[in-house]
């Protein structure tokens, strides 16, 4: 099973509070443009945790300053 999720809705930076769920399927996500939709982890917090063998396809939006303690986004 594979989950969809158009990120339309977030204009500007998206600053995270705490770190994002596992994700736990595959997943395609995308993003309202790399300028318009930012997932900003302010060093303290994930973005992406794939703990396991799934197939996540992001496109169109832009990740910094993620908490890096086992690998980057790549």
Request: proline content about 1%.
């Amino acid at each position: 099973m594979r989950a969809n999720f158009a990120l339309t809705q977030f204009i500007r930076s998206f600053t995270l509070t705490s770190d994002l769920p596992a994700i736990t399927q595959s997943v395609s996500i995308t993003g309202n443009g790399i300028a318009n939709t930012i997932i900003d982890g302010d060093t303290l917090y994930r973005a992406i945790y794939n703990n396991g063998q799934r197939n996540i396809a992001i496109s169109d939006m832009t990740f910094k300053q993620g908490k890096n303690t086992t690998g980057g986004i790549v």
